[in-house]
Each structure stands twice: as structure tokens, then as C-alpha cells.
């Protein structure tokens, strides 16, 4: 059954990311809804971490089900050489934690898991499996709509964990330009697993860091996300794209 979603998925690259998208997404909330509180002393986090595994889960059941695994960049560290590529986005992330960090022992060290926790959810179901069926679309196109994807998925904190609205938009364009650069990011390096680890840093600081982050940084970010998204994408080595499952793929280029 998983096979024959797959193949109906991948024959339309837009319908596709959009239902794939949604499904991770209804994932998160209905598994944060269906938990009773979990915030033991020694792991405050706890909660919130296990839904975010929880959504990881069956994003890696969907990728393997539909032999995409390899090609959402879950199965290998892709080309470490281009890992700096990223060190942009380490350096915002450290500016914003230029403050420093603030909480107690079991805070910042349940954060770390907790942070971790989100960015493998994120990037797995974002980079990984949207990302990769919107790939017909071509490199930009595809980034861009999984970047809004990303983007307008961050209104479930306002719909269903009453985050206040002025709040949740402006968060749906930082995460919307921040999807875009780790998209041209693994399609540049071909792994998700190094945007896991800037994923999880950068929350990781501007969370934990005291205080609201400053508005240019905030704009700078933006800024230099979708101008190192558009570079990366730009420079991305051109890789087949996979037909659905059970279809005939013409032979390669010799």
C-alpha cells in the first residue's frame, strides 16, 4: 500500500510535496496533542523531543517504503569537504548567542537532545522527503516550494499552541528563508546530516540565549539564508531524479 501511495505521490511533483508536507505536519500535532505532560526534572524536554522522534519515525518508514532513503541524502555524510559551506549560518547562530546561554544543567542539557530531536524531525521531512519529491521541479523551484512549505508549516504554533500571530508570521518567513538555504545546502553536500547538526545548534542558541534576538539579525538572516540557498543550489552537482516506483528508467549516459 506504502508502494503504490509512493508511485502516486512522485507522478506529481507539487500535489505530492504538499501532501507529504501536510502529513508530517499533522504527525507533530497530533502526537504533541495525544501525549499526557512529560517534563521530568532530570529531562524537562521530554515531551516535546519524544514528538519530534515520533515524527522522524515515519518520515524514515515513508523514505524507505518508497526507496528514497539514498536520495534524501539519510544514508550517507555526502561530501565532507563541502560541510563549510554552512559556516555562514553557524556564525549567525553564534551571534545571536552572543549573550551567552542561561538554564539550569538538566535545561541545557535536555535542550541539546531536544534540538537535536527537532532538526533530524525537520530535516528528514523537509529536506529529505518533500525536498525530494518536489526534485522534477528542478533545483530552485523545488527549493522554493519546499522552503514555503517549511515556512507556512511553523502556523501550526499558532493553531494549535496559541502562539501569538505577529510572532508565528514573522517566524514563517525566517524559517521559510532558512529551509531554503539548507535545501541548496543538501543538495550541495548530498547528506541531511550535517543540516541536523546547524539546525540543532542554531535553535539551540537563539533559545537558550537570554532575551529577544535583535531585528537586524533576524533581517540579516533572512538575508543571507536565500543568498547562500540560491549560491548553493547554483552549484549543485546535477543528479538524476528517480522515476516512481516499478517505473523504467532509461539507461545512463555513458
Known amino acids: 500500500m506504502l508502494t503504490r501511495w509512493g508511485s502516486r505521490v512522485r507522478r506529481n511533483p507539487v500535489l505530492g510535496a504538499v501532501g507529504v508536507a501536510v502529513l508530517w505536519q499533522a504527525t507533530i500535532v497530533v502526537v504533541a496533542k495525544s501525549l499526557p505532560p512529560m517534563e521530568p526534572g ?13 515524527g522522524a519515525v515515519v518520515v524514515l518508514v515513508l523514505l ?7 536520495a534524501g541524502g539519510v544514508t550517507s555524510l555526502g561530501v565532507t569537504a563541502r560541510w563549510p559551506a554552512l ?22 542539557v535536555g535542550g541539546v537532545v531536544l534540538m537535536l530531536s527537532i532538526g533530524a524531525s525537520e530535516e528528514l521531512g523537509s529536506r529529505a522527503l518533500v525536498l525530494e519529491v518536489a526534485r522534477p521541479l528542478g533545483p530552485v523551484r523545488a527549493a522554493g516550494l519546499t ?11 499558532w493553531l494549535f499552541f496559541d502562539a501569538p500571530l505577529g510572532n508565528t508570521l514573522w517566524q514563517v518567513l525566517e524559517a521559510g528563508a532558512f529551509g531554503f538555504c539548507l535545501c541548496g545546502a543538501r543538495l550541495y553536500i548530498g547528506s541531511i546530516w ?15 540565549s537570554p532575551g529577544k534576538t535583535p531585528d537586524w539579525l533576524q533581517a540579516l538572516g533572512v538575508v543571507v539564508d536565500l543568498a547562500l540557498g540560491l549560491v548553493l543550489l547554483l552549484r549543485a552537482p546535477t543528479v538524476p531524479v528517480p522515476g516512481p516506483p516499478g517505473a523504467v528508467r532509461p539507461p545512463a549516459p555513458s
Not at 521530554?46 to 522522534?53: A, S
Not at 524507505?64 to 539514498?70: L, T
Request: glycine share 12%.
Open 42 to 54: 532530570w529531562f524537562p524536554q521530554l515531551g516535546p523531543t519524544v514528538v519530534n522522534l515520533a
Open 64 to 70: 524507505r517504503a518508497w526507496g528514497m532513503s539514498a
Open 87 to 108: 559556516l555562514p549560518v553557524a556564525a549567525l547562530a553564534g551571534l545571536a548567542a552572543l549573550p551567552g546561554i542561561e538554564g539550569s544543567t538538566a535545561t541545557l
Open 147 to 157: 522552503a514555503v512549505l517549511f515556512g507556512v508549516g511553523h502556523l501550526d504554533n
Open 194 to 208: 550535517p543540516l541536523v547538526l546547524v539546525h540543532g545548534l542554531s535553535d539551540y542558541l537563539e533559545i537558550y
